[in-house]
């Protein structure tokens, strides 16, 4: 059977539409247009990707947004101060800080310092908290974009086995409490595996739904799927080409070429879970402006 990609780039298109239109509504009504706050540390290449895509992807939506850039040296307190002042701001809804922040920063104190109400990622332990309980949060983006593209696909989660390789905080972790959780994203039964899983390819070979979120480019080969399975690549790496304009090109945590023949459904990298994760984003943000979780 030749596989089918999940195509993150065309979904999450669709998705910014509704979003842009709902918008111009609420707009059209009187109310508050969306408003995202981004702070960016240093001159991360793949960091400032990823805030360029928010940005833009913001625009699109027809929301508002605000770019706070800050040298690597910034000191701890100066940065917190600057949390602080933007969750004192009513006109901002949702505040992400740009991850990986410098060594001398302490990220917990970081991601604790945004306010519940702001934290559009999903990272402070209070949104961790009620998501782990199933209670009304923001869900971290990859997680949320990845169960949106399986639905928008009609690809039954319940009862199946998904098998995930890597346990961040951002991505296999939360993903592993939403994939188990008693809902209709949920009732998976879902084995997380990580650098310390020792027989990884008997498990691998088990799952119906497979997950690589490991950031070890190309690592999951043929010989670690299951016929017919369905395969989420989270992986993002650039690696040097001659064949693009730019000099560089992406590939994923999965070493498509040879996995692709083998699956049901398979992302592709890029335009898979990436497009999925900034256009979670911007739900969570709207969710924000509208006071949908925190009233
Ligand atoms: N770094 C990698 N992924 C993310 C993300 O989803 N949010 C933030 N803030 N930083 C990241």
């Given at each position: 059977m030749a596989y089918q990609l999940l195509n993150g780039k065309e979904i999450s298109a669709q998705i910014k539409s509704e979003i842009a239109e709902e918008v111009r509504q609420i707009i059209r009504n009187g109310g508050k247009q969306p408003h995202l706050a981004a702070i960016l540390i240093g001159n991360d290449g793949a960091s400032e990707t990823y805030v360029a895509h928010k940005i833009k992807a913001c625009e699109q939506a027809g929301f508002k947004s605000s770019l706070f850039r800050f040298k690597e040296n910034i000191s701890e307190q100066k940065l917190l101060d600057k949390i602080k002042e933007i969750n004192a701001d009513d006109n901002i809804d949702g505040l992400i800080v740009q991850l990986p922040l410098p060594e001398h920063i302490s990220e917990e104190k970081v991601i604790e310092t945004v306010d519940p109400k702001k934290d559009v990622d999903g990272f402070h332990p209070v949104n961790a908290g009620r998501m782990t309980l199933g209670l009304p949060t923001y869900i971290p983006a990859t997680p949320k974009g990845i169960l949106e593209l399986l639905k928008r696909n009609n690809i039954e989660i319940s009862g199946k086995h998904c098998v995930?390789?890597?346990?961040?905080?951002?991505?296999?972790?939360?993903?592993?409490?939403?994939?188990?959780?008693?809902?209709?994203?949920?009732?998976?039964?879902?084995?997380?595996?990580?650098?310390?899983?020792?027989?990884?390819?008997?498990?691998?070979?088990?799952?119906?739904?497979?997950?690589?979120?490991?950031?070890?480019?190309?690592?999951?080969?043929?010989?670690?799927?299951?016929?017919?399975?369905?395969?989420?690549?989270?992986?993002?790496?650039?690696?040097?080409?001659?064949?693009?304009?730019?000099g560089w090109k992406l590939k994923g945590d999965v070493k498509f070429g040879e996995v692709a023949g083998k699956c049901s459904y398979i992302t592709p990298v890029p335009g898979g879970v990436g497009p999925m994760t900034i256009v979670s984003l911007l739900q969570n943000t709207l969710a924000a402006s509208k006071k949908e979780i925190y009233g």
């Open positions: 995930i390789i890597g346990r961040s905080n951002i991505v296999g972790k939360p993903l592993s409490i939403l994939l188990s959780q008693k809902n209709e994203t949920g009732n998976a039964t879902v084995t997380l595996c990580h650098s310390r899983t020792k027989n990884l390819k008997e498990i691998s070979l088990q799952a119906d739904i497979l997950i690589a979120a490991i950031g070890k480019k190309e690592f999951l080969t043929a010989d670690m799927v299951k016929k017919d399975a369905i395969v989420i690549d989270v992986g993002i790496h650039r690696v040097k080409s001659d064949k693009t304009k730019s």
